[in-house]
């Protein structure tokens, strides 16, 4: 199973499309996961388009989309347990704020945006993956999503690449 994750996409203030390199990826995905920070619901609604779309919304997301989406989700993928969370907030560093949502459920892998920093690391048994910006790299050095295979475990990477 091939997932796709991004986050922080803040469209269409950072960006009108979706760079042709996640295109391309998420064409040969079985699911879509999205941090957060979508802005607006013309987000989601261009990744169905692609396939099956989980995630939750952001700071900065319209109505429409924290109306339509949770603050946090558990999907159960081949018998692994993803928490996915923006991860916005005011204590503590986003990557704690991510780990502390899902202090009271195991998981095994927590998938989190906000700080654009593309995090891929295990901290307790737990795998912790920010996918970056696909659309708005702040100060990091390339643009980035993530790839989650699963087989027989959680393999996650991240997918760097030129800005258009």
């Known amino acids: 199973m091939k997932i796709v994750v991004i986050s922080d996409t803040h469209m269409p203030k950072k960006a009108k499309a979706l760079p ?9 995905s079985d699911l879509i996961i999205h941090a957060g920070d979508w802005q607006t619901v013309e987000v989601y609604h261009k990744l169905l388009q692609y ?53 009271e459920t195991p998981v095994d892998c927590i998938i989190f945006g906000h ?6 690391k295990v901290v307790n048994g737990v795998l912790l993956f920010n996918p970056g910006s696909c659309t708005d790299k702040r100060r990091q050095p390339k643009p980035s999503f993530g790839i989650i295979s699963v087989n027989n475990g959680l393999h996650a990477e991240h997918v760097f690449f030129e800005k258009e």
């Open 115 to 120: 700080s654009h920093i593309p995090v891929l």
């Open 51 to 103: 396939g099956e779309v989980k995630g939750v919304f952001g700071n900065v997301d319209s109505d429409e989309v924290s109306s339509l989406l949770p603050e946090k989700l558990i999907i159960e993928v081949e018998g692994f347990k993803i928490g996915v969370v923006h991860g916005h907030g005011k204590r503590w560093t986003t990557e704690r704020r991510a780990v502390e949502a899902f202090s």
């Open 20 to 28: 042709h390199q996640v295109v391309t990826e998420l064409q040969k």
